[in-house]
Nanobody, 116 residues
Framework: QVQLVESGGGLVQPGGSLRLSCTAS????????MGWYRRAPGKQRDLVAS???????EYADSVKGRFTISRDNAKNTVSLQMNSLKPEDTAVYYC??????????WGQGTQVTVSS
């Protein structure tokens, strides 16, 4: 089994920045795609960004140019650098990974609140 631990959420003013990190731990696993999703109040959980093991990244249109996803394969870590944050970015952010080709795991979620 793989466990995910997230960190880095919090309260930030509009225009500010936050960095989320997620580390996978366990044994006998190989990670393929890593990503971040978010669920805003009253809405469904949506993909924010994802990155393949080869470093190919994709982003939701709403965050392009503001968010950057990166990963460290040696440390089984994925990060999300969020700049120019807006109130509409307020949500619970979840780390997600595909591992051993068919297994999928979620982090516990971390709250990001953008407010003045």
């Amino acid at each position: 089994q793989v466990q995910l631990v997230e960190s880095g959420g919090g309260l930030v003013q509009p225009g500010g920045s936050l960095r989320l990190s997620c580390t996978a731990s366990g044994s006998g696993f190989s990670i393929q795609t890593m990503g971040w999703y978010r669920r805003a109040p009253g809405k469904q959980r949506d993909l924010v960004a994802s990155i393949t093991s080869g470093g190919i990244a994709e982003y939701a249109d709403s965050v392009k140019g503001r968010f950057t996803i990166s990963r460290d394969n040696a440390k089984n870590t994925v990060s999300l650098q969020m700049n120019s944050l807006k109130p509409e970015d307020t949500a619970v952010y979840y780390c997600n990974i595909w591992w051993n080709m068919v297994q999928n795991s979620w982090g516990q979620g971390t709250q990001v609140t953008v407010s003045s």
